[in-house]
């Protein structure tokens, strides 16, 4: 019903930036929370950062202050602006989507392919 395409990762300096974009496309579908979690090798995936449909945030302790969490209802993408990248940063993000199905009439959810951020000393 919804298919995730995520895009924005790379390598970057400790100290610099990146914005990472996923896009959520569907028919009969209301976007609910979206968010980004974040793998690094032989860790638990986390959570980086949440945004309710109402705009409303939660982020980890680690990336408070240095990540902003966006979105675009109309374009239904979901934004991670990264600033002051730090080499603890690494991992692959996963935006995840939940969203309701005006088809089957329940709350389901989606897991985009993932992006890799490098963050370098």
């Known amino acids: 019903q919804v298919q995730l395409v995520e895009s924005g990762g790379g390598l970057v300096q400790a100290g610099g930036s990146l914005r990472l974009s996923c896009a959520a496309s569907?028919?009969?579908?209301?976007?609910?929370?979206m968010g980004w979690f974040r793998q690094a090798p032989g860790k638990q995936r986390e959570l980086a950062a949440t945004i309710t449909s109402g705009g409303r945030t939660n982020y980890a302790d680690s990336v408070k202050g240095r990540f902003t969490i966006s979105r675009d209802n109309a374009k239904k993408t979901v934004y991670l602006e990264m600033n002051s990248l730090k080499p603890e940063d690494t991992a692959v993000y996963y935006c995840h989507v939940d969203y309701f199905s005006s088809v089957t009439w329940i709350n389901l959810e989606v897991w985009g392919q993932g992006t890799l951020v490098t963050v370098s000393s």
């Open positions: 569907g028919s009969r579908v209301s976007i609910n929370a």
